[in-house]
């Protein structure tokens, strides 16, 4: 296994929460006894292969964000990026951040997952040995279906060689940064796999979990609340 130190963990916290109904950053919102950033940038510390974080949020949030930092990341402490307008625009910002470390490998992992674990870092990191590019995801269990405007059905798609993509996305620092650079949207790209991809670059598909979710609608946090229940790697 190539050892790709130093490696660097860009914690997006900026989205504005807007499916959830309020105005709330939901990743400063409380599940259980902490708030849900704490829940990430708990496991990143704890990892051994990750050297440094940086943060990305919005700058009127930046006290309390630094302020969970210094209590749940110590790596964390004094790295922050100020978010973008769209999550493209943090992401790169968060990479120009790391630029300071010198980082090898660089995971970008979404907040708003409280539930990243430790194995999808190293098996994410352990995929840059061949592939520039890392995505967690899970396998697509249910049947896929192609539709037109008026939700008539174009066709079924074989769900076997689907996935669906989650957080952190790891990769070869300096193929992710210099692919943000020359890419100008629109269109947004939705993860940044995508941005790799459209540089050329091949990315891997990394099995994460199911349990592995976004608080994005309230009805997750029903979820949310279970899972962090029950103990699983």
Excluded at 78 to 96: C, I, K, P, T
Excluded at 188 to 197: C, F, N, W
Excluded at 208 to 224: F, Q, R, V
């Amino acid at each position: 296994m190539v050892d790709f130190r130093p490696a660097a963990a860009i914690v997006l916290t900026a989205g504005r929460s807007t499916r959830m109904g309020g105005r709330e950053n939901k990743v400063l919102h409380p599940l259980g006894d902490r708030p849900v950033l704490a829940y990430s940038l708990a496991v990143f510390q704890a990892c051994r292969s990750i050297d440094y974080v940086v943060i990305v949020g919005r700058e009127e949030e930046r006290a309390v964000l630094e302020s969970t930092a210094r209590m749940y990341c110590p790596k964390a402490e004094g790295h922050f990026a100020v978010g973008g307008v769209e999550r493209f625009d943090s992401v790169r910002n968060g990479l120009e951040a790391c630029a300071a470390f010198h980082p090898e490998a660089v995971l970008i992992h979404d907040a708003a997952r409280p539930f990243v674990r430790e194995r999808f870092i190293i098996s994410s990191l352990n995929a840059l040995e061949t592939y520039p590019g890392a995505v967690v995801g899970v396998p697509l269990k249910d049947t896929l279906k192609e539709i037109r405007p008026d939700a008539t059905v174009i066709r079924t798609h074989e769900r076997s060689r689907f996935w669906l993509s989650q957080t952190p996305q790891t990769f070869r620092y300096p193929d992710i940064l210099n692919a943000c650079r020359a890419y100008t949207p629109p269109p947004y790209p939705t993860d940044d796999g995508a941005v790799l991809e459209w540089a050329g670059g091949t990315v891997a598909m990394v099995e994460g979990s199911y349990l592995n979710i976004k608080l994005t609608t309230p009805e997750d946090w029903i979820l949310a609340e279970a899972i962090r229940k029950i103990p699983f790697d």
